[in-house]
């Protein structure tokens, strides 16, 4: 049989699922799903024998101690029987050797606590089908309890249902705001269901935690990846923080307030032990400056007058407000706060020129305008011509275009020139005027006759 992580086979397939890598396998380590844990002692030599007690998981992160008192040799991702209250379940191990004492020491559980139960063995390809078909049990069985506890009008949530591995006994997990009487519930779904039946309240965080999901920032959520403890938190974080009181963006996905917003929340106090009083006016000869807001981080606090322009803000420094204050404080006034503002000083603006040259989004209008301006330039020469006093039209003195005719080499001039008349009469004529050579000398003077 293959590993539960990875897939490798195992040296002994009928003793349960590990890769025999000892929980240095990285699918292994990576497949125990919620609420995983890194062995940084894995590649530590250990004694495995003097660690008897091994933490095993189960459904959405649960997970619990259990006592090797077989001596079995077990590593991480091994899929293991365990006691269970009553009969045995089935869990995989996600954490072995010396770090399970400092896990038993963080959670405060002793050695001979009654919380540490047995390990009864390898699970065996039996006890995984029968573990299989309990957890296909568990969604069908959760929407029928909604059905009937809606039938009987109990104000409660059936957020999750857990099989035990030997599929005689249900976990059902549910939230409600205030004590629910639900005896009758039982009765009807031990009728239904046909086994026992164990009834779990839990809060708003520990739902979302095992039910999961992305939060807000993108990620999984923090109570489902590797936040154990819930620490309370109220609205006075959000101010340290100078973030805006709303609601909508404050509360998780549990409808509380975002545990992350106690992660930063000692930096921002000790950032503000510099800043002086905000409820502090400042005294000056224009007026009294009164504050309107900070940023922690840069060190600048805002200030406008009371008497003055409230749309004209102030920056000022910390270090130049407590200046201030501290000249009020011996009687000193200053004229204004305007000669404690920071004079900025701008870099000028260095320009830097595209070699490409397609960073205009116009580049391809711009030549197609200046080639449709070189094919109508001459036309307009064209049409224009002088006219005499007569009105008759003089000859240009344009050169003679020596243009290329398709198929043909370039036009040849001869000396001989031809004088074409431009009067109106004459320029209907179709045909061209031959020139007076000596061949179509006499045909000339003959039509002239």
């Known amino acids: ?51 008897d007690i091994v933490e095993v998981q189960f459904k959405n992160g649960r997970k619990a101690f259990f006592k090797n008192t077989n001596n079995i040799a077990l590593y991480e991702a091994d899929i293991v029987s365990v006691e269970g209250s009553p009969g045995y379940d089935i869990g995989v ?52 309890t909604r059905l009937m506890a809606g039938e009987l009008k109990l104000k409660m949530k059936i957020s999750d249902v857990e099989f035990q591995g030997d599929n005689t006994k249900a ?16 009765k009807v779904m031990a009728e239904e269901f046909k086994i026992r039946i ?25 109570c ?18 100078q973030l805006s009181l709303n609601p909508q963006k404050l509360a998780g996905q549990c409808g509380k307030l975002k545990c992350c917003l106690n992660y930063e929340l000692d930096s921002y106090l000790d950032a503000l032990k510099e800043f002086p009083n905000t409820n502090i006016r400042l005294k000056t000869g224009s007026g009294e400056a009164t504050f309107q807001k900070m940023d922690i981080f840069k060190q600048k606090m805002w200030y406008t007058y009371s008497d003055g322009d409230k749309l004209n803000w102030i920056e000022l420094k910390v270090e130049k407000v407590q200046e201030i204050i501290s000249k009020n404080k011996k009687g000193e006034i200053p004229d204004s706060i ?37 094919k109508k330039a001459p036309q307009n020469k064209k049409r224009a011509r002088t006219v005499n006093s007569e009105g008759q039209a003089l000859k240009s003195k344009k050169k003679p275009s ?9 036009k040849t001039t001869t000396t001989n020139t031809v004088k074409r008349d431009h009067t109106p009469h004459r320029r209907k004529a179709k045909g061209r005027p031959k020139p007076n050579n000596a061949n179509n000398k006499g045909q000339n003077t003959s039509k002239d006759n």
């Open 1 to 51: 049989m293959g590993c539960n992580g990875c897939s490798v086979k195992s040296s002994d397939s009928k003793s349960g699922s590990s890769c025999g890598t000892g929980g240095g396998c990285s699918s292994c380590s990576s497949s125990a799903g919620k609420m995983p844990v890194f062995n940084w002692l894995s590649k530590v030599d250990q004694d495995f024998h003097s660690n």
């Open 93 to 144: 191990i996600s954490m072995v050797g010396s770090i399970v004492k400092l896990q038993m020491r963080r959670k405060k559980i002793t050695a001979d606590s009654d919380r540490i139960l047995k390990l009864y063995r390898k699970a065996t390809q039996q006890d995984i089908d029968k573990w299989t078909q309990a957890r296909s049990r568990e969604k069908e069985t959760m929407y029928k």
């Open 171 to 186: 976990t059902f997990y549910y939230t409600a705001d205030d004590r629910v009487d639900f005896r009758e519930l039982i």
């Open 198 to 222: 164990e009834m779990r309240q839990i809060g708003a965080r520990q739902e979302a935690a095992r039910l999961g999901g992305i939060g807000s920032c993108g990620r999984e959520l923090c």
């Open 224 to 241: 489902s990846t590797w936040l154990s403890d819930f620490r309370s938190v109220n609205t006075t974080a959000a101010r340290y923080q």
């Open 338 to 374: 305007d000669y404690f503002k920071e004079i900025e000083i701008i870099d000028e603006f260095k320009e830097f020129e595209s070699v490409v040259g397609q960073d205009s989004l116009n580049r391809f209008d711009k030549s197609k305008s200046v080639s449709n301006s070189k």
């Open 402 to 410: 020596q243009k290329t005719r398709s198929g043909a080499g370039p």
